[in-house]
């Protein structure tokens, strides 16, 4: 097994305002790190900066061995929000279909057989293909988290990133994620944003603190609010 993600002395900068300080980070593949910290702490800029959103101000990043801004093709993400109308009649199938979308989309396209295949595979993998048809704006906060997921995972990445996925959820909900997660560790890497705090142990191998810098790296639990002040 080899590196799935590493961050070298990265820093992110907003106007001269230092968001992210001098972050080195290494991911191992198979890893599932959760990435915690107070608000403000850098946590969302750092997920941007590794999927080439932001620039870097100084620091490298490499995915799979890659320079990151050429790795984005290994990556699935779920971005902290997604916003459906409910009265936007897209279905189920087709927000996951979206997955598929080539980076460089012509006026029109058309989805090949092998899409159709693979977006019926993940959604019977996640147990999801009952709602098919289901208009996404219908959907609970747990069932629209799993269509994103689908969504993420069409591509077939090698590491999926998450930013607070379960952070709108109820407890029954947000353990279901959380087990779907680590079923789908067994064969992705994963990187998460979450505020669960010492309850993410229960899923992620290890916890990366950040607070500007990486305040702790580690699978023992510790006082996250303690750590907000450091």
Do not use: C
Request: proline share 4%.
């Amino acid at each position: 097994m080899g590196k799935a993600l590493t961050v070298d002395q990265v820093t992110v900068k907003y106007n001269h305002i230092v968001a992210v300080h001098n972050v080195s980070l290494a991911v191992e593949e198979g890893e599932f790190v959760a990435i915690a910290g107070p608000n403000g702490g850098g946590k969302s800029s750092l997920i941007k900066a590794i999927l080439d959103l932001v620039p870097l101000a100084s620091g490298s990043i490499q995915i799979f061995g890659q320079d990151h801004r050429k790795a984005k093709g290994l990556i699935g993400y779920i971005p902290q929000q997604s916003v459906f109308d409910s009265k936007f009649p897209i279905t189920v199938r087709d927000v996951i279909l979206m997955g598929r979308l080539p980076a460089s989309l012509g006026f029109f396209h058309r989805f090949t057989r092998k899409d159709e295949r693979r977006v019926d595979e993940i959604m019977e993998e996640l147990k999801i293909e009952s709602l098919a048809d289901r208009p996404i704006g219908e959907l609970s906060g747990g069932q629209k988290q799993k269509v994103l997921l689908a969504r993420a995972l069409v591509t077939d990445p090698k590491m999926l990133i998450l930013d607070e996925p379960t952070a709108s959820l109820d407890p029954p909900s947000k353990k279901q994620i959380y087990e779907l997660l680590k079923e789908l560790n067994k064969k992705l890497t994963i990187l998460m944003i979450s505020h669960d705090d010492e309850r993410i142990f229960d899923y992620a191998t290890s916890v990366a603190y950040i607070n500007k810098k990486l305040i702790y790296r580690g699978n023992e639990v510790r006082s996250f609010d303690k750590m907000a002040t450091t």
